[in-house]
């Protein structure tokens, strides 16, 4: 007889948190399974030098705001000790390391399959985020390259590529802190962007973008973006973008043992990182047959329409305006727990 819950929260990074917490405040019974040793989430993986890209009063999941750090923009290790201490702080009921292999529908439980044995559960919230499943483009020729290709995930600092000759590709917030990274350490740096880079004003930073979704969520017909860029200007970003070390060029048109060819240039390369982005993490949920065409499951609220039972916290807008972010997927969470403590609450 496997053990029964009323939730089953899978991921235990920010998301599963914050989802946790709304559980616990509206007297829910629930497990977060995440599969990493330790707290943090996405957050414990990433480069060294990443930083925050709002202030830390911008960035706090729901109860206990993340303490203030003296730089305007924290850099990571700031919020892998948030999450540690958020954890703790609520004693939030996290088994780790728990990894959930499959849910499988019965009529009346999912069937949570983990590397630990077997949980039934009225309902899963899955939480797994995105860091999982990096995405990297189909690019003619990509396979014959003989330098070494990576994805954001993988990075971890600049030292790796000391007197290389680097392609940093994607123009998103990654790829030109990235690019900024490498500058000092790289032979050779160059962000090779589809589009071009837009930044926000140098004085305008996250809490612009968050501040755009809660407009979108009051009305969905809001105004336009009062700015057109989505790059911040970080501070470590605006002094490679003042020397003028953040050489831009367009997409590879195809890549070759030695390199790639943009238009008529044929250019030698060591390494090509792709900061290309991610995709929702949710291999665990298969047997469940959820996704559609595009990729994602189809939902309503944050719950999937085939299947009620099955919800969904922190991977993107699809999920709730700014679920994404730290501050924003308290919100998210919220609302998902007042709604299943009416439905459990009305079965009795
Ligand atoms: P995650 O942090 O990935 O947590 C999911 C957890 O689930 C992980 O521990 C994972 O190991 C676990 N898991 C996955 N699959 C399974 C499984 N099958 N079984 C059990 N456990 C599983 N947001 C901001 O608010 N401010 C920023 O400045 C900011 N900067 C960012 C910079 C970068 C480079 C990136 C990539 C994102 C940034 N974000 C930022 C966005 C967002 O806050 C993070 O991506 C965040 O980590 C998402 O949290 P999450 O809980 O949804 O996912």
């Known amino acids: 007889m496997p053990r029964q819950v009323d ?14 917490y709304h559980l616990r405040r509206v007297g829910i019974d629930h ?16 480069w060294p030098s990443l930083r925050l890209f709002s202030p830390s ?16 923009f924290p850099p990571v290790q700031h ?12 004693d939030l009921p996290v088994e780790r390391p728990v990894r959930v292999d499959d849910v499988r529908s019965t009529p009346d439980r999912l069937l949570v399959g983990t590397d630990h044995g077997e949980l039934a559960a009225r ?12 995405f990297v483009p189909m690019i003619e020729g990509a396979s014959t390259f003989a330098g070494r290709q990576l994805h954001s995930a993988q990075y971890r600092g600049p030292e790796d590529f000391a007197g290389q000759r680097v392609a940093v590709v994607g123009g998103g917030n990654s790829g030109v802190q990235i690019t900024a990274d490498l500058v ?3 032979e050779w740096v160059s962000l090779v962007t589809a589009r071009r880079l837009r930044f926000l004003p140098d004085d305008v930073d996250g809490r612009h973008l968050f501040d755009e979704a809660s407009a979108r969520l009051r009305d969905p017909h809001a105004a336009e973006a009062a700015f057109v860029g989505n790059i911040v200007a970080l501070p470590a970003v605006r002094r490679a973008r003042e020397r ?13 043992p030695e390199g790639a060819v943009i238009g008529r240039d044929r250019i030698e390369l060591d390494t090509v990182i792709w900061c290309t982005g991610f995709r929702p993490a949710l291999r665990h949920l298969r047997s469940l047959r959820l996704r559609t065409s595009t990729g994602i499951p189809e939902v309503s609220g944050n719950r999937s329409v085939r299947d009620r039972r099955v919800c969904f916290v922190g991977y993107g807008d699809w999920t709730g305006p700014a679920s994404a972010t730290l501050i924003g997927v308290g919100r998210t969470a919220k609302a998902l727990a007042a709604e299943l403590a009416a439905e459990l609450g009305a079965r009795g």
Request: charged share 15%.
């Open 7 to 20: 939730v089953a929260v899978l991921g235990g990074g920010q998301a599963g948190l914050a989802t946790s």
């Open 31 to 46: 497990v977060v399974l995440d599969d990493r040793a330790h707290p943090g989430g996405a957050w414990a993986s990433t």
């Open 57 to 72: 009063a911008y960035s706090s999941l729901p109860g206990w705001p993340m303490p203030p750090h003296p730089d305007t």
């Open 79 to 90: 919020v892998r000790a948030y999450l540690r201490d958020y954890e703790a702080r609520y």
């Open 123 to 134: 309902y899963v919230v899955s939480a797994t985020g995105t860091w999982a499943a990096p």
């Open 184 to 186: 000092e350490t790289a």
């Open 244 to 256: 003028g070390a953040l050489r831009v060029r367009a997409m590879f048109d195809r890549m070759v």
